[in-house]
């Protein structure tokens, strides 16, 4: 009878040891969030709630779009987003939302920096503070910034030239609008640009202006130089305001001359399929959602990140826009 006790005891025991094998993993976790970014895999594993701050340099449909490839890429992980933008471009407003984010502790700040010289100590601060700080499209390199999310702005400018002379075939005379003077990317587009057409072609730049960042600026811009240089072949736009306000103009004149300028936006596409624009550079903007949310999970993890990540540009035209872009 002990015996037989003793039997059934034992039986009993491997079956529960035999059930706590087949129950236990049988390897590492390959899901698709794991193996597709090897700078997110250890920064997966967050059990807490994590708060990252996106900061951009102004308002506009071109960030709004950002934004959505940012919520998109950052769904199948416990995050927070806190979006801030001023209403137009203004600098102390964006060095105020950064001082908040800091104040705020949190987990880690993607920012596009209006003035890189201005924003720089405050990049370190929060570094300093234990929050990882990446940028994208512009970028301030003498900082404590873990990364750089973009491409080279005066390789786009290269770029516009030959667009420019393309399209023009080599002869003709061009405007220029921008938004900030002082800005890092417009000042290298424009100087790419103007390198390309002073030893490659014969195309002469009538004037450049700029409308510090201001819609009715940039309208009041594009008006004057339509009327004081009636004779013009193309106008370049060398960032979003002036894109967007060119868009305006040409529809309320019905312009025929050639609109060229960077950053594919929903209105720019729209455009292009109307003909409003001619072509774009695009900087492959739909790329830095997943970048950004990526390099703020390894960062927050304290993760090695890369510093640069190239994401490179590319011209868009109508024809490409039906077609595969």
């Not at 071109?62 to 992980?77: D, G, L, Q, V």
């Not at 417009?186 to 202006?209: C, F, H, N, P």
């Not at 736009?237 to 529809?251: G, H, M, T, Y």
């Not at 019905?254 to 550079?281: C, D, W, Y």
């Amino acid at each position: 009878m002990r015996i037989t006790s003793w039997a059934a005891c034992t039986f009993l025991l491997l079956l529960v040891l035999t059930a706590c094998k087949d129950s236990a993993p049988s390897g590492p976790d390959m899901s698709p969030s794991a193996s597709q970014h090897p700078e997110q895999t250890a920064s997966s594993n967050h059990d807490r709630r994590l708060t990252f701050g996106i900061i951009y340099p102004l308002a506009h449909p071109f960030y709004e779009m950002i934004t959505e490839s940012i919520e998109a890429a950052s769904k199948p992980y416990p995050i927070q987003l806190v979006v801030k933008a001023p209403d137009e471009i203004n600098l102390e407003q964006q060095i105020r939302m950064m001082e908040n984010m800091i104040n705020q502790k949190v987990d880690g700040i993607a920012l596009d920096p209006i003035d890189p010289v201005a924003l720089e100590p405050y990049i370190n601060k929060a570094v300093l503070a234990g929050i990882p700080v990446i940028c994208f499209e512009s970028d301030v390199p003498g900082s404590k910034r873990s990364s750089f999310i973009g491409s080279s702005f005066f390789n786009e400018g290269m770029l516009m030239g030959q667009i420019v002379e393309r399209t023009l075939k080599g002869k003709g005379m061009i405007m220029v609008e921008g938004s900030k003077a002082g800005s890092i990317q417009q000042t290298s587009r424009l100087a790419g640009m103007l390198e390309y057409l002073k030893t490659k072609t014969d195309i002469q730049v009538l004037e450049t202006r700029y409308n510090e960042g201001n819609n009715d600026n940039a309208i009041s811009d594009l008006e004057t130089l339509i009327e004081e240089h009636p004779h013009f072949d193309a106008l370049v736009a060398l960032d979003v305001i002036s894109s967007s306000n060119a868009i305006l103009v040409w529809k309320s004149q019905g312009l025929k001359r050639f609109a060229l300028t960077f950053g594919m936006t929903p209105e720019v596409k729209e455009a292009l399929l109307n003909g409003q624009i001619h072509s774009v550079i695009s900087e492959n903007e739909h790329m830095w959602g997943n970048k950004i949310i990526e390099k703020l999970l390894a960062g927050s993890n304290h993760s090695e990140v890369s510093e640069i990540t190239n994401t490179g540009f590319q011209e868009v035209t109508q024809t490409a826009l039906e077609g595969t872009y």
